[in-house]
């Protein structure tokens, strides 16, 4: 009564007289069930309760599985086999054969179709026959998890969609899935592609999380536009798509961009003001009309000012050049130490003068007379390294 792992699908958990039963595996023909704690006796009888949730979501992914080999098949072509599968509770997956990963249109045309076998609800019934007999009348593709022994096998015929040799649980309805999600696609070796998805409970939850992802982003880059879920779901793929990451990590990839950029128009009015340099303000004026494109213009904007900085800074040394007489010291507004050592030795060594330098992070200064180079740091840092050729100090 209790399913053993077996054809990718997990064992059921439940309880045995009240004991619960942890693991189930089948061994030498015989079904062990493992209960840690049990007060079992041989001659006794036994009550067992399979726990029917968990046996639900893990039915629910092994019919939807038959679903999207059959949707793929249709999709793809007739090269598509079973390569792998594997059915646990919160997730499904089925390998197939095909040379690459899938686009996401194709995705979301398998998903589409399976989505619509669902809802066509078919009659999914099983089917003991004699196997030469089940292979004259549906041929060799029957066997999508390999060929079972015996002479007689066990079909799964999902009425007009799918029929292939199986001894999983299944549903008697296709409706009974209730709701499927492809959650991701990856090729996982030569020629094989992996196919990621959820049914039931399961689906349900994460097109929820999907909801919460788009509500959060929503929020963070300020859009507003009415939705149905569908679009919702597409936009939160659009925007994962837009900054390459995974969508359960878009909400603190937004927060870091939006920090980020924020940090780096910063850095930029900083440095403006000190070269004395007007600064357009740039690409702020855009006026984005969907999620992924406001992403895409929080993308360029954090890209814009991180430019803008690194081209202000390559500015610094021909400003201090202009400003420097022999004993020279200006707060520069950044934190790339690395470049004012470079622009203090060299200007100091080119005007044989004292150019001190105090960046965000602390300052440096070189002198090329008899100066001590690390007086003009003293005031200002406790710890200043040195003498008087050169000295720096850090915060
Ligand atoms: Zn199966």
């Known amino acids: 009564m209790f399913y053993p792992q077996g054809g990718g699908q997990r064992y059921d958990v439940g309880k045995i007289n009240g004991n619960q039963v942890e693991e189930v595996q089948k061994h030498s023909g015989a079904v062990l069930h493992r209960t840690p704690n049990h007060d079992l006796k041989e001659g006794k009888s036994i009550k ?11 039915t629910q992914h092994h019919s939807t599985t038959h679903m999207v080999n ?18 646990k509770l919160e997730k499904a997956r089925l390998d197939i054969t095909h040379y690459e990963k899938p686009d996401q249109d194709t995705l979301d ?17 099983v089917l003991e026959m004699d196997k030469s007999e089940a292979e004259q009348e549906y041929g060799f593709r029957i066997y999508q998890g390999g060929a079972p022994p015996g002479n007689t096998i066990r079909l799964i015929d999902i009425e007009d969609v799918d029929i292939e040799a199986c001894g999983g649980t299944h549903l008697t309805q296709t409706s009974h899935a209730e709701e499927f999600i492809v959650t991701g696609c990856k090729r996982i070796q030569d020629g094989v592609v992996r196919l990621e998805y959820k049914a039931g409970k399961a689906a349900e939850e994460y097109i929820s999380t999907l909801l919460d992802i788009y509500e959060d982003s929503k929020e963070i880059l300020e859009i507003d536009r009415p939705l149905n879920d569908e679009d919702k779901r597409q936009e ?3 925007l994962a798509k837009v900054f390459s990451v995974e969508k359960k990590d878009l909400k603190k990839t937004l927060e870091r961009f939006v920090e980020e950029k924020k940090d ?10 000190f070269l004395e340099i007007e600064e357009r303000e740039s690409p702020e004026e855009r006026k984005p009309a969907s999620l ?3 992403g895409e ?11 803008r900085v690194e081209k202000l800074e390559s500015r610094i040394e021909e400003y201090v050049e202009e400003k420097a007489d022999e004993d020279t010291v200006l707060e520069v507004p950044t934190e790339n130490i690395g470049l004012l050592i470079q622009v203090t030795q060299k200007l100091s060594s080119m005007k ?13 200064s070189a002198s090329e007379n008899n100066l001590d180079a690390r007086e003009p740091l003293k005031e200002r840092f406790k710890d200043v390294q040195g003498d008087k050729g050169f000295a720096k100090a850090f915060n």
């Open 297 to 307: 213009l929080l993308f360029d904007q954090r890209m814009f000012y991180e430019k």
């Open 70 to 87: 059959a949707a793929a098949r249709e999709e793809l072509g007739e090269h598509i086999y079973q390569a792998g599968a594997s059915k």
């Open 236 to 238: 939160v793929r659009d």
């Open 109 to 125: 045309e398998i998903e589409g179709k399976v989505r619509e076998t669902i809802q066509e609800d078919h009659k999914i019934n």
């Open 352 to 364: 044989s003068a004292r150019i001190t330098l105090i960046g965000d992070k602390g300052g440096v």
């Open 292 to 294: 992924s494109e406001a």
């Open 48 to 58: 067992g309760v399979v726990n029917g949730e968990k046996r639900k979501q893990l």
């Open 264 to 273: 780096f128009r910063d850095k930029r009015d900083r440095l403006a003001d």
